[in-house]
């Protein structure tokens, strides 16, 4: 049940923590960044895939992006070699295929999946890193009335005629997945598919708390997903963060900057918000 729960909380919100610590953050997805240095900032946390209905991209957040100069992301989504970047890090490298991580039993369950969701079998997949199909389960388990704040801001920011940057390079972000072996990633989306009840009662637990703006709730939440693995733990999310705040500081130098990262990264003592102050910089929350 620990895999599982790793994997789904990986597929939703794209990197997302340990140790469970006191409420210390105000309840708020978006915070401004000043001090030290830099222009005034934003960061708001984002939820990489969920149902149109429980998105809402509210006016503080609107109000905020208008008034930046550049959109950061976790990925620069718009950039032109994006889609190319992606395909060519998410395929399996020496000709091997899915086959050869999985017995046939496994992959005669994903495929039926699959195709009976989105009419795209895993053999259409099979050059294809475990990372991938896992996406495509999470894709097909919400089915296609989705939404994403990443491609919202995006548009906003491209109809204001912004700068879009990313973090980190989609080969940074892939190499995370690439150390775990792949036999045990795919066994993982096994365990998935013959959890589903397990998936949904997670699933809502996380969009409560990102509705209710309580990132420390979501990131103690997150504790259980994590628990006594803090390798991975620092793989998927403390070195990332740590990483984050120097390139914050320089790119916020230069302009007014708005940050979208997932709102997994946010809380808790090694989160983005605490590790920005303790480079010395004024977070506060946006609560209007």
Known sequence: MKKLKQLFALSLLLGMVATTVAQTNENSLLWKVEGNGIKTSYVFGTFHMLPKDDFLLTEKVKKALESSEVLALELDMDD????????????????????DFMDADEFTLIDNYLTSKMGVGLEQLKTMKPLMVSSMVMMAYLGSDVASYEASLIGLSKEQQKEIIGLETVAEQMAIFD?????????????????????KSMFEQMITFYKNE????????????????????????????KNWIPKIGEYSKQKTTFYGVGAGHLGGTLGVINLLRNAGYTVTPVLN
């Open 80 to 99: 032109p070699g994006f889609q190319a970047e992606m395909m060519k890090e998410v395929m399996i490298k020496n000709g091997a295929t899915l086959n």
């Open 179 to 199: 150390e775990q072996p792949y036999e045990e990633q795919l066994d993982e989306i096994v365990k998935l598919l013959n959890e589903t009840d397990e998936m």
């Open 214 to 241: 309580n990132i420390d709730g979501l990131y103690n939440y997150m504790d259980d997903f994590f628990h006594n693995d803090i390798d991975q733990l620092d793989r998927m999310l403390h070195h990332r963060n």
